[in-house]
């Protein structure tokens, strides 16, 4: 059941520190060969997602610096996020990052998995960067994006 895989995951990383929301009830009904999940989490309070963020204006170096730690700090937990994109990491005022949508997320072994959650949330990026103004997200952008994964990687 998807949604009681997702709890486990995110209680795994709520428990460890990392800004993901907090599992707050599941559900699961079975009718004849189909079946319904539900998963409520807790909602994360005054953020809004990277892709709303880039419509309102360029984002500063430290925040792509802080959206790629925040991320090297989850794939140093070994989660890989299966659908990584702009619209599933969340900013606040004060630029802290978290993530949402963990469903078909997983605790893997590192691995060449954790190059195709980054390409996927540059393709997002790119995508979403066509119908902004120029300048919204760069090859400058994606590059502070990957040394702040690095050096959030290295801080573990």
Known sequence: MRAFAEWRLLEYLAERGLRVPKPVAACYQRAGLTYRCDLITQRIVDTQSLSVALAHGPLPESTWRAIGAAIARLHSHGVDHADL???????????????????????????????????????????????????????AAWNHVLAGYQAGYQAG
């Not at 060449?112 to 995508?127: E, I, V």
């Open 85 to 139: 994109n702009a619209h599933n990491i969340l900013l606040d005022s004060k630029a802290v990052i978290s993530v949402i949508d963990f469903d078909r997320g997983r605790l893997r072994r590192p691995g060449a998995w954790t190059s195709r959650n980054l390409r996927r949330l540059q393709r997002s990026l790119a995508k979403i960067s066509v119908s902004l103004p120029p300048g919204r997200f760069s090859p």
